[in-house]
């Protein structure tokens, strides 16, 4: 005689652990969105209001490069009244028409033009500038730096740091409000046209490191 045995399944469903019903409770999210979750592809960042976006364009727009113009302007007042003075007299070059290096006492009447330049630029934002010091093969000073020159900034820079002579073509030193600044650095002007002009030039770079002034 045959047996026949029922099994019957049934699902059983987890309870909700009592953590997960207070931590719902505590947001007090309903159990529809709970389900659902949270889409971060929805954007659900409140729209600007009208005062909001004025505010925005005043300040990015006008006002904020408007104060910074300014400020730069206001400070190039005192550079270019430091170098006007300091080479108000000067003859640059001799009557062969090499470069005469600028003596001490004009030197430091345009030494202080070193700290507005980096007050420029501090308005431009650069606010902190880590210099890295190569190591150095001798205690002897450093004569002669060859760097590149992608921009005003860097020119800015180098000024501000060291208050180096330069090596710039010559039409610069004629040019309005950077030419009197350059002439302060005791510039060294190139001819880049011509041959006898660039070859003037590596004498003149000669004198400005073997000057003892």
């Known amino acids: 005689m045959a047996t026949t045995l029922e099994i019957k399944s049934s699902v059983v469903k987890p309870r909700p652990s009592s953590r997960m019903l207070s931590l719902r409770n505590l947001l007090h999210v309903p159990r529809s ?7 971060p592809f929805v954007y659900q960042t409140p729209t600007m209001s009208t005062y909001e976006r004025v505010k ?6 006008l006002l904020v490069p408007v104060i910074r113009v300014l400020l730069v302007l206001v400070l190039l007042i005192p550079v270019v009244l430091l170098a006007t003075l300091g080479t108000l007299g000067h003859s640059h070059q001799d009557k062969d028409g090499h470069l005469l290096p600028m003596s001490r006492w004009r030197r430091c009447v345009v030494y202080p033009i070193r ?3 980096r007050a420029i630029l501090f308005v431009f934002g ?3 500038i880590k210099v890295s010091h190569a190591p150095k093969s001798s205690a ?3 004569q002669l730096l060859v760097a590149n020159h992608i921009g005003f900034i860097d020119g800015l820079f180098f000024g501000a740091y060291c208050f180096p002579s330069v090596a710039v073509r010559g039409d610069l030193g004629s040019a309005p409000i950077i030419g009197p600044v350059l002439r302060a650095m005791d510039p060294v002007l190139i001819d880049r046209k011509s041959a006898a002009g660039r070859k003037k030039a590596f004498t003149d770079i000669h004198n400005h490191m073997t000057d003892t002034r």
């Open 33 to 39: 969105e709970s389900k659902r979750g949270f889409n």
């Open 56 to 61: 925005t364009v005043i300040m990015c727009v």
């Open 115 to 117: 700290w507005f330049l």
């Open 126 to 128: 650069f606010y902190y």
């Open 140 to 142: 002897a000073p450093t």
